[in-house]
């Protein structure tokens, strides 16, 4: 397997995920985590003002995985970045 696909177990255990740091990426992450549509929704905004040449492969598989869970709970910007998700991965670098 692809060493690029093999992730750390707090990355896999969502739960495990370090959170603490406070930085952007968190924040994003526990807003998506609120189960709140009305603070999970600007979260999945914030996503596309990230640096992504700044991030690790670890905070994008679990910021992924959280827009695919609410998604699942059926937030609306998380299941129309899912619907068309090819036009949605071609804004991201």
């Known amino acids: 397997m692809d060493d ?17 740091d406070r930085n952007q990426v968190s924040e994003i992450i526990t807003a998506l985590k609120s189960s709140n549509w009305y603070i999970q929704s600007p979260a999945i905004d914030k996503i596309f003002l990230l640096d992504w040449s700044k991030l690790s492969l670890d905070q994008i598989f679990v910021l992924g995985r959280n827009v695919y869970q609410c998604a699942c709970g059926d937030e609306r910007k998380a299941l129309g970045l899912l619907k068309d998700i090819r036009r949605t991965l071609a804004k991201l670098p």
């Open 4 to 20: 690029r696909f093999r992730y750390p177990l707090h990355a896999k255990a969502d739960i495990d995920f370090p959170l603490s």
